[in-house]
């Protein structure tokens, strides 16, 4: 019988709509995972590396990404968690975001990210999306923290 942590979720979102949408979603699709929103990139990154409760210390976790914020673009915070040493680059990060340029996606994969979600713009259409993401977050093995890391 393996000791799983439960995989605390990190949502960086800057639009207060769209987060409670996400939450809202995630829930109903049966996720009671703790859900740690950030509005801005600069406080999400210092949770991120620095906070004790946080994926690089306590692990482990899952990052929703919006690219969109207001102090900084989501595919910087990106590059910092996967260019780290330690658990946090190997933390899932799924990207939601209205951008459906072909270069930013790309982009988002060539630094690391393992899911690129456009942000349908029919509430109906993100509501679903959002629900299938959880149905998904179900289902996902995230990696475990190394012994003493």
């Known amino acids: 019988m393996t000791d799983h942590k439960t995989v605390s979720i990190v949502m960086i979102e800057d639009d207060e709509g769209h987060a ?5 979603n995630i829930r109903r699709a049966g996720i009671s995972n703790t859900i740690t929103h950030f509005t801005d990139g600069t406080s ?15 692990g482990p976790a899952l990052v929703l990404l919006d690219l969109n914020l207001p102090d900084m673009s989501g595919t910087d915070i990106l590059a910092k968690i996967k260019a780290t040493d330690g658990p946090l680059r190997r933390t899932p990060v799924v990207v939601l975001t209205t951008t459906d340029d072909k270069v930013e996606i790309q982009r988002c ?3 690391g990210c393992n899911v690129y979600i456009t942000k349908p713009v029919n ?27």
């Open 44 to 58: 999400a990154l210092d949770y991120l590396f620095n906070a004790a409760d946080g994926p690089q210390r306590n």
């Open 123 to 149: 509430y109906e259409s993100f509501a679903q999306a959002i629900r299938q993401l959880g149905l998904f977050l179900s289902v996902i093995q995230v990696p475990d923290m190394e012994p003493g890391g």
């Open 20 to 24: 409670r949408l996400i939450e809202k």
């Open 109 to 111: 994969y060539d630094l």
